[in-house]
Structures are given as C-alpha cells and as structure tokens.
C-alpha cells in the first residue's frame, strides 16, 4: 500500500463455454499477469469458470464438480501471489445452486459470495438455474474444512488493517 492506495484491477480472461479446464488455465494466466504488473486486487467476470452461458448445463453434476475442481487448482496456484480474487462459478450449497465468487488469496479460500439479485427478463434467466443468496451468511465445506457462505461477508487484512473487500456480483 502507498499513501493509502493498492492497484487493483479487472481482468476478463478468454474463456470457452463449459470449458472448465480451458479457463482454468486462461484464469491462471490472467492472474499471473496481474500480480507480475503490481496488482494487489484482481477481479474477474462471474460464471467465468464455466462460462455465462451455460444454461441448462448448470444443473450437470460433471460441469459443477468441473468448476469445482478448476477452483481448487486456481487457488493452489495462487500460493505466493499477493493478489486478493474474485472469481466465478456455480456452486451447489445446501441442495441449491448459486451463482457464486469465490473470494481467495495466497493458496487459501476465504468464502464464496453468492449473487443476490438474479435477472429474469429479456435475455436473463438466471432464476431458472440459480437461487438467491441466503438472507444470513452461513458455512460452506471445503477441504476437509468450511469457509463463510453468504453475501454479507467482508475480508480484512491483517498486513493492512486500513483495507476491507466485500463482493456483491451484477445486477
């Protein structure tokens, strides 16, 4: 941090449609182009692990575990960087889906946020796929542990006690 500020950036990785593995790897590369230009924030599109357009592909066990997976290698990736995420993807939590980021840094997760106002006109049907978010936070298993679930949380840094991030996706 200098006087007060970190450089934080935005980031839209090339992606394929349920292509978890492919924007697995454009993710990595986004992530490591941030951090090498000085980044301390980077956050990237929602549903960007799998795609946006999904559509009914969202209720697929494979595609979920898929986004999953590729979340799990994203973050072990992450170990050494000091670059705060945000990143996108479906996660199936207490029976529902929600559209969700996950919020991590250097190897560890912090939380999911999931998205709590969801379109539903025009060309958005989210509703049809995803639930809001809950109106608490909660906890979510993960790795043998759990992390906060809920679209109320807010990440603190000990190294900078002046900066706090919340998340709150679209709409």
């Known amino acids: ?22 924007n697995r790897d454009s993710i990595i590369k986004t992530m490591k182009a941030a951090s090498g230009q000085g980044a301390k924030v980077l956050v990237l599109p929602e549903l960007c692990i799998t795609g946006y ?23 072990r990736v992450s170990t050494g960087l000091k670059l705060l995420m945000a990143v996108g993807l479906p996660v199936l939590h207490g029976g529902k889906l929600y559209n969700c980021a996950a919020i991590f840094y250097e ?3 912090l939380g999911f946020v999931p998205k709590s106002n969801l ?21 979510h298993p993960w790795e043998g542990g759990s992390v906060p679930f809920g679209s109320k ?8 006690p ?6 709150e996706i679209c709409e």
């Open 53 to 75: 357009t999904c559509g009914d592909l969202f209720l697929q066990p494979t595609l979920l575990d898929g986004a999953l997976d590729a979340l799990r290698q994203i973050v």
């Open 119 to 139: 379109p539903n006109y025009s060309e958005f049907y989210e509703q049809r796929h995803f639930v809001p978010a809950p109106p608490q936070n909660e906890i």
């Open 153 to 160: 949380l807010l990440f603190r840094c000990e190294e900078l």
């Open 162 to 167: 002046d900066f706090c991030f919340a998340a």
């Open 107 to 109: 190897g560890r997760l």
């Open 1 to 22: 941090m200098q006087h007060g500020y970190i450089k934080a950036a935005a980031g839209t990785p090339e992606i394929r449609v349920a292509d978890c593995i492919y």
